[in-house]
């Protein structure tokens, strides 16, 4: 299995890295978590009209790029070196992902064109208050009523759901559990009946919102495929958006090391730079092999998500693991190699360490996944 981003994905990575050098500097980056819903509108309207990012998983039949797992993880570590502050990874990775898997043919053409343009925002409506984020934890209720459907509950921590143009909510039939008697249904943000509340968050960079369902009606053709079988599409969005999750928190381990490294070398006490010391040489050394042992992990993801690989459940779950620990470790050591400037609101280091921490929860904490991962083995 070939690890190595070819010409082509190699300079997707390249323009995205000067792209964001300039639109999500430490300044902008700290001007966007402070606006109204997170992100510079103008920024996104570029991601999506000029460089066209926003197109890159959609299939070209519905207005998009068509390319696959492993351009998406060039793209998505940049993004995460860059914190960057976008509805990218909720539109992208989690709602557009959603109808793509679980939608039929004519719903797909009338929400992707949208989606892949920029000019529409979509997340994905799945945890609850409980916290869980595998599909067993889904309490929220679509009924019958009269020729559509009602749906009534409550979803938390949902990825830019404030500012959301349509939400794909999870929600079950009456009556059912576990992986049955799910559906994929697509809300639009102003429904009645829909509530929206932004949460206070630790990382600021990337906002959550609890989403209050009172009663929505929808009409059938808002369900995605068939009522009650989206299952299996959910566990396949779920995979692909954790390979997507684990290739930022690559870029943003690589970011905490190359921060620490160039700090320690300009840092100095005792009449030379902190770089030289054995301990600064050590928890570098340490970073670095933490980083690397992650970045293999979420390609060799990406790689089995391009291929089909019927091993993606457990890869995209080790590659989660994997990746959390590295990047909350990296976020914690460049805290430390910076001293007492790390602590501090001016330095970007407490960015990426409130990231690390909260991409880590995202999607599942690592001890999910490791019960998820030996579920799947047999253990």
């Known amino acids: ?6 010409e082509s994905q190699r300079a997707l990575r390249d323009a995205a890295r000067a792209f964001l050098a300039e639109r999500s500097s430490s300044e902008r980056v700290r001007a966007a978590m402070a ?7 103008e920024v996104w309207r ?11 998983a959609v299939p070209e039949e519905c207005g ?22 976008a509805p990218f990874f909720s539109t992208v990775c989690l709602g557009g ?18 989606i892949a343009a920029g000019a529409s925002i979509a997340t994905l409506a799945l945890a609850e208050p409980g916290g869980r984020w595998d599909p067993a934890g889904i309490e929220a209720e679509l009924r019958p009523a009269g020729d559509g459907f009602v749906l009534a509950g409550v979803k938390r921590y949902v990825p830019d759901g404030a500012a959301a143009d349509l939400l794909v909510v ?49 009409p059938r053709s808002a369900v995605l495929g068939e009522e009650g079988g989206a299952g299996p599409a959910l566990e396949r969005v779920l995979d692909r958006a954790l390979v997507a999750l684990a290739a930022e928190q690559v870029g943003g381990a690589q970011r905490c090391l190359d921060m620490a490294v160039a700090y320690a070398k300009e840092r100095v006490q005792f009449g030379r730079p902190i770089g030289s010391f054995q301990a600064i040489k050590h928890k570098c050394a340490d970073m670095l092999v933490a980083l690397e042992s992650a970045r293999s992990a979420a390609y060799y993801a ?7 690989d019927p091993e993606l459940p457990v890869l995209a779950s080790l590659a989660k693991v994997r990746c959390s620990e590295a990047f909350f470790r990296c976020a914690a050591e460049a805290i430390q190699i910076h001293g007492g400037i790390g602590f501090t609101w001016e330095h970007d280091c ?12 995202l999607l599942g904490d690592p001890a999910y996944h490791r019960e998820r991962i030996a579920g799947r083995i047999g253990l």
């Not at 606006?35 to 509108?41: I, K, L, Q, T, V």
């Open 1 to 6: 299995m070939d690890l190595s981003f070819d």
């Open 35 to 41: 606006s109204e819903h997170g992100f510079e509108p």
């Open 46 to 56: 570029r991601i999506g009209g000029e460089l066209g990012w926003t197109a890159l």
């Open 64 to 85: 998009g790029l068509g390319l696959g797992p492993v351009e998406l993880t060039a793209l998505m570590e940049e993004l995460g070196a860059a914190l960057l502050c």
């Open 97 to 114: 992902a959603a109808i793509l898997e679980a939608g039929d043919e004519e719903q797909r053409r009338a929400h992707l064109p949208a």
């Open 170 to 218: 999870a929600a079950r039939r009456p009556g059912t559990g576990g992986d049955a008697g799910l559906s994929l249904v697509v809300v639009p943000g102003d429904a009645a009946g829909l509530e929206r509340r932004a949460l206070p968050t630790l990382d600021r960079t990337r906002r959550q919102a609890e989403v209050r369902l009172r009663e929505v009606r929808v």
């Open 302 to 308: 990406a790689a089995a998500a391009a291929a089909d």
């Open 350 to 361: 407490h960015l990426y360490f409130k990231r690390a921490r909260s991409s880590a929860t």
